[in-house]
T-cell receptor, first 116, second 113 residues
């Protein structure tokens, strides 16, 4: 069955430091992968997505993610974290039912705290 | 465009009471979804709809019912609320094209006492 694992429940980084959030997936075929961000009290906002092609994808707010098929990973990175990046981050894989209909399977999330 | 809106934002119910959560989208999306979010559990799919008049069960459908009478609206009902249904509920929608990107509403925080 398709699944997504985010090994880190909570990460704290200093403002200006680099960030890497880990995501591992289990999926039989080529996966469609997403990273979403949820600020406190808000809904989820799409950061970036991978469907095919270049394995390094750029997203909004200066985030990028790299798809590594050999490691079944899709880690999210940012070179320099800002205090406003404090939020919860969710990785998701699409489970395709057929045609153009697919449901998202979410990881349990990683909460990011940023130290001044 | 308002995107995806949810009504109400907050609600407190007593055990056994019923209520309906309303989700509305103005993006003409075919697909709509209801999730619940619990601490440490991520988002879990309750029910979804692939078009007006159609609904299907997700991962955690028990205790919930849904209806999609109009394309733009997706209703989630709790017939007899239980404390285990205390959660934050999110609605989302997506197009029928193969983008699979879902747009989320701001959520409804429900407490059942």
């Amino acid at each position: 069955a398709q699944s997504v694992t985010q090994p880190d429940i909570h990460i704290t980084v200093s403002e200006g430091a680099s960030l890497e959030l880990r995501c591992n997936y289990s999926y039989g075929a080529t996966p469609y992968l997403f990273w979403y961000v949820q600020s406190p009290g808000q809904g989820l906002q799409l950061l970036l997505k991978y469907f095919s092609g270049d394995t390094l994808v750029q997203g909004i707010k200066g985030f990028e993610a790299e798809f590594k098929r050999s490691q079944s990973s899709f880690n999210l990175r940012k070179p320099s974290v800002h205090w406003s990046d404090a939020a919860e981050y969710f990785c998701a894989v699409v489970m395709i039912y057929g045609g153009s209909q697919g449901n998202l399977i979410f990881g349990k999330g990683t909460k990011l705290s940023v130290k001044p | 465009n308002a995107g995806v809106t949810q009504t109400p934002k907050f609600r407190v119910l007593k055990t056994g009471q019923s209520m309906t959560l309303l989700c509305a989208q103005d993006m003409n999306h075919e697909y709509m979804y209801w999730y619940r979010q619990d601490p440490g559990m991520g988002l879990r799919l309750i029910h979804y709809s692939v078009g007006e008049g159609t609904t299907a069960k997700g991962e955690v459908p028990d205790g919930y019912n849904v209806s999609r009478l109009k394309k733009q609206n997706f209703l989630l009902g709790l017939e007899s609320a239980a404390p285990s249904q205390t959660s934050v509920y999110f609605c989302a929608s997506s197009t029928s094209g193969r983008t699979y990107e879902q747009y989320f509403g701001p959520g409804t925080r429900l407490t059942v006492t």
